[in-house]
T-cell receptor, first 112, second 117 residues
Framework: AQSVSQHNHHVILSEAASLELGCNYS??????LFWYVQYPGQHLQLLLK??????LVKGIKGFEAEFIKSKFSFNLRKPSVQWSDTAEYFC??????????FGAGTTVTVRA | GAVVSQHPSWVICKSGTSVKIECRSL??????MFWYRQFPKQSLMLMAT?????????EQGVEKDKFLINHASLTLSTLTVTSAHPEDSSFYIC?????????????FGPGTRLTVL
């Protein structure tokens, strides 16, 4: 069975700092990769996704993620965070069927 | 994107009672909906796939007689937690599947927090 690991449980940083959240998955075949964000009190929203092609994908709100196949990783980055980026971030993997496997999530707190 | 609502947003019930949670797709016809549960500080775990007009498909380890799913229309799926116990306390989230060019994207509801006393 596939699994998704997110390395950081809680990240605290100041505005304008750079953010990188780690995500590793265990699955040997072709995968589709996703990052979702959940702002306080809101539903899960798709930040970005990778299916194929350029391993560096750009999403909404200035986020990007890089797929490194050899490392089974799909890390999320943002060069300069804002207070409004405070949220819970989930990495998810799809292995060819319609199901999503989620990581445990990383809580990001941005201090003004 | 699609808008998904859930009702109620939170519910407290006594042990042994049944609780029904509704998931509505407000602007798409959803042939397929998904039900997840999320424990504190843990990931979303898929419970079942709900298909309009047919029986739900449950994930391994999920009791179908305890978590009854009904998908009677293209805009509504319900999850009934029967004879709820404290260990059923969790955050329940639904999503709908919308066909896209590369992927059937999932759009999520805001979730329902169930507390069983």
């Amino acid at each position: 069975a596939q699994s998704v690991s997110q390395h950081n449980h809680h990240v605290i940083l100041s505005e304008a700092a750079s953010l990188e959240l780690g995500c590793n998955y265990s699955y040997g075949g072709t995968v589709n990769l996703f990052w979702y964000v959940q702002y306080p009190g809101q539903h899960l929203q798709l930040l970005l996704k990778y299916f194929s092609g350029d391993p560096l994908v750009k999403g909404i709100k200035g986020f990007e993620a890089e797929f490194i196949k050899s490392k089974f990783s799909f890390n999320l980055r943002k060069p300069s965070v804002q207070w409004s980026d405070t949220a819970e971030y989930f990495c998810a993997v799809n292995a060819g069927d319609y199901k999503l496997s989620f990581g445990a999530g990383t809580t990001v707190t941005v201090r003004a | 994107g699609a808008v998904v609502s859930q009702h109620p947003s939170w519910v407290i019930c006594k042990s042994g009672t049944s609780v029904k949670i509704e998931c509505r797709s407000l602007d798409f016809q959803a042939t397929t909906m998904f039900w997840y549960r999320q424990f504190p500080k843990q990931s979303l775990m898929l419970m079942a796939t709900s298909n309009e007009g047919s029986k739900a498909t449950y994930e391994q380890g999920v009791e179908k007689d305890k978590f009854l799913i009904n998908h009677a229309s293209l805009t509504l799926s319900t999850l009934t937690v029967t004879s709820a116990h404290p260990e059923d306390s969790s955050f329940y989230i639904c999503s709908i599947s919308v066909a896209g060019e590369e992927w059937n994207e999932q759009f999520f509801g805001p979730g329902t927090r169930l507390t069983v006393l």
